[in-house]
């Protein structure tokens, strides 16, 4: 749900000069919402199913339970994975933005370190490195908007008023 909420303040930044863009970077937001809440829901309810099952059943046939449980996880997995490549490409989209965005060059860079991070399978150093610059990254981005807030409101609104003829 943050990285919803953050993707959709860049594409409200950007709809206006890069609108199609703005609406890649938007469609990869909904996605990972709507993967994450997909998975979100299919976990509690699967869980929930097998552990009212497993507790209900004898000893001697809890092992029937193994190959469930097993399909389980690789659903739940599989879901997360596709939630993951939604935010990897929305970072890709924020990193191959033009430098006329006025967007820093750190936070393009940030993202594509960050997904290669994610996405290489590095063992137990991938994910920590990519906690790690993504603080920076937030960070950076927030900023990066905040400025764009600003800029934006100091700028006058069209006072152009159409009369009839």
């Not at 497993?54 to 000893?59: C, E, G, I, S």
């Not at 936070?107 to 370190?113: D, S």
């Not at 920590?128 to 950076?140: D, E, F, G, H, K």
């Amino acid at each position: 749900m943050t990285f919803f909420v953050t993707f959709v303040a860049v594409f409200a930044v950007l709809r206006r000069r890069w609108p199609v863009r703005a609406t890649l970077i938007v469609v990869g937001a909904a996605w990972q919402l709507v993967v994450g809440f997909t998975k979100a829901l299919t976990s509690v309810y699967i869980t929930t199913s097998l552990g009212a099952l497993y507790l209900a059943t004898p000893l001697s046939g809890k092992g029937a339970f193994l190959p469930v449980g097993t399909l389980a996880q690789g659903l739940r997995q599989g879901l997360q994975d596709m939630d993951t490549y939604g935010v990897v490409a929305v970072w890709l989209l924020i990193a191959l933005l033009p430098r006329a965005t006025g967007m820093p060059r750190l936070i393009r860079w940030l993202g594509v370190a960050i997904s290669v991070a994610i996405l290489l399978p590095w063992g137990n150093f991938g994910f920590p490195l990519a906690i790690l610059l993504l603080a920076v990254w937030a960070i950076s981005l927030g900023l990066w908007l905040k400025r764009q807030a600003v800029t934006s409101s100091a700028i006058p609104a069209s006072t152009a008023v159409a009369t009839p003829s």
